[in-house]
């Protein structure tokens, strides 16, 4: 009987030892590549725990900035702030209080950990009584009265201290609003990130849960956009980026891929991508009934959305991967 062939070339050869298929990796995951989302609550009898986000809280001041302490300890290089406020109203005008919770959070969060950057969500969504993200007339979002609101609440968190402002609401023209306010109250160096393309998605639930921001009518599909058109998404990016965005998000993360991957071969600006709430509670789900190792699941996701060309990932788990990775180093 003749030998059968052997293959020349054995491509497990670089997979024999945990060395050396580090070694060769393709892609890696730093923790410094990712943000912590933190909700931060202005009524301090608010209920703390979010059911659909199971390790996830609503923060008063002072959680805040010992939250700050601890993922600056961990490494973790930057937080997203979300208010909670005690009142709403039409206009949201919390969102642009100087003294309003995002405002109070970033000044609670720089006193604790100096070096962390802060980053804040410009949007109505959370302050106003009918949950969405702009000013709504007749029945509909007017979207150039909000622009002058965002703007203002842009303004105000800078002054507060923000590192980095991300405007979430999509209103057309948000960016430029943003970047013109900001440069003419002497906040030239406050860097924008742009939810570039923010899909109307279903994903979004248990953050509507948390920030207690559903549409009290209709939806966000006038303004979010498809998430059947990748063109489109392009655009959009496209848009912030000559409106003067410095950085640039798709959101969510795992049903985008492709956009993500679309961005990253088209644009060589920064990009950022969101793994949001409904991604994080799938795996929260899933783990706890015993269905998937979370740890491993949380690696492979992020390592995809790394690999789809993000530089930076937004994820409730960044201070548990940073954690997992600092318990595995010891």
């Known amino acids: 009987m003749a ?3 052997r293959p020349r070339y054995r491509p497990r050869r670089l997979r024999r030892t945990a060395a050396i298929r580090a070694l060769v990796r393709e892609t890696s995951v730093d923790t410094d590549r990712l943000v912590q989302p933190l909700f931060i609550r202005e009524d301090p009898r608010m209920e703390s725990a979010i059911p659909s986000m199971p390790g996830i809280f609503r923060l008063t001041m002072d959680e805040a900035a010992s939250e700050a302490e601890q993922l600056a300890e961990l490494g973790v290089p930057a937080v997203i702030l979300f208010g909670l406020p005690a009142e709403k109203d039409s206009l949201g005008q919390g969102a642009y209080d100087e003294n309003g919770v995002v405002q109070e959070a970033v000044r609670a969060v720089k006193r604790a ?8 969500d410009v949007c109505l969504c959370e302050y106003t009584d009918h949950g969405h993200c702009g ?3 007749d029945g509909r979002i007017d979207n150039d009265a909000s622009l002058e609101l965002l703007a203002k609440t842009a303004v105000s968190q800078a002054r507060a201290g923000a590192d980095l402002v991300a405007p979430s609401a ?27 393309a923010k899909h109307a998605s279903a994903f ?5 849960d948390a920030a207690d921001s559903v549409p009290r009518f209709g939806d966000r599909r ?10 489109e998404s392009l655009r959009e990016i496209a848009l912030d ?15 985008y891929l492709d956009v993500i991957r679309a961005a990253r071969e088209r644009f060589d600006a920064p990009l950022a991508a969101y793994s949001v709430s409904g991604e994080y509670s799938l795996i929260k789900a899933a783990a706890e009934r015993g269905w998937v190792d979370e740890r491993s699941v949380v690696e492979e996701t992020i390592t995809a959305i790394r690999r789809a060309g993000a530089d930076l990932i937004l994820t409730y788990y960044a201070k548990d991967f940073a954690r ?6 010891a």
């Open 241 to 255: 980026l000559e409106e003067g965005a410095d950085i640039v998000m798709v959101k969510p993360a795992l049903a």
């Open 135 to 137: 000013v709504v007339r």
């Open 204 to 208: 979004y639930g248990p953050f509507r």
């Open 3 to 5: 030998e059968l062939p």
């Open 113 to 120: 950990a100096p070096d962390l950057i802060a980053m804040t």
């Open 222 to 231: 006038t303004y979010q956009k498809d998430p059947a058109n990748l063109r």
């Open 170 to 196: 999509m209103m057309d023209g948000q960016v430029g609003a943003i970047r013109t306010a900001l440069d003419r109250d002497g906040f030239e160096e406050t860097a924008i990130l742009a939810y570039a």
């Open 324 to 329: 997992w990775r600092r318990e595995r180093r």
